[in-house]
């Protein structure tokens, strides 16, 4: 069955204290891996999407890197304003759910001034 | 352009009521979604849509029911409401054939069932 775990489950960094979080996966097949931010009481925000081992992407303060089994969200001198919950989901190629997401149950980042 | 909207926001249902949930996109999006998210359990699957007119069940569809009667919009409803269906409901869409199903999510709406 496809999974995807995320570690840790709770991050507390001091502003400009760099820091990864990850997302090990198990699919049979990745079509591609998704991170996303959720605040308090809103929805998932869309931050990056990785489809091939070696692929990297970049925003601001986060890099998204993607090997064969996981990925890792590098957060580079974090400031409160990314305090938030991390979300990481990945597709699998064929299935009989065209689309569909596994979502891991997330990191709550905190960072303090 | 509003993106997904989900309304309503909030409600408290008492068991065995019934209601619905809608989802509204803007984006001309093939794909809708909806998912439930608990404490400590990540998001979860209940049905999809993959174009007007057609529904299907994700992981968790038992006590849930959908329709997609016109592309932009995606009913959830619940006809009998159990305390185990107080949650946080997410609605979802995405242009799957060109955007590599980068899914939108809507603002959730928080139900209770007392």
């Known amino acids: 069955e496809d999974q995807v775990t995320q570690s840790p489950e709770a991050l507390r960094l001091q502003e400009g204290e760099s820091s990864s979080l990850n997302c090990s996966y198990t699919?049979?097949?990745?079509?591609?891996l998704f991170w996303y931010r959720q605040d308090p009481g809103k929805g998932p925000e869309f931050l990056f999407t990785?489809?091939?081992a070696g692929e990297e992407k970049e925003k601001e303060r986060l890099k998204a890197t993607l090997t064969k089994k996981e990925s890792f969200l590098h957060i580079t001198a974090p400031k409160p304003e990314d305090s938030a919950t991390y979300l990481c989901a990945v597709q699998a190629r064929g299935g009989s759910t065209l689309g569909r997401l596994y979502f891991g149950r997330g990191t709550q980042l905190t960072v303090w001034p | 352009n509003a993106g997904v909207t989900q309304t309503p926001k909030f409600r408290v249902l008492k068991t065995g009521q019934s209601m619905t949930l809608l989802c509204a996109q803007d984006m001309n999006h093939e794909y809708m979604y909806w998912y439930r998210q608990d404490p400590g359990m990540g998001l979860r699957l209940i049905h999809y849509?993959?174009?007007?007119?057609?529904?299907a069940k994700g992981e968790v569809p038992d006590g849930y029911n959908v329709s997609r009667l016109k592309k932009q919009n995606f009913l959830l409803g619940l006809e009998s409401a159990a305390p185990s269906q107080t949650s946080v409901y997410f609605c979802?869409?995405?242009?799957?054939?060109?955007?590599?199903?980068?899914?939108?999510f809507g603002a959730g709406t928080r139900l209770s069932v007392l």
């Open positions: 990785l489809y091939s």
């Open positions: 699919v049979s097949g990745l079509r591609g």
């Open positions: 979802a869409s995405s242009n799957y054939a060109v955007a590599k199903n980068i899914q939108y």
């Open positions: 849509s993959v174009g007007e007119g057609t529904t």
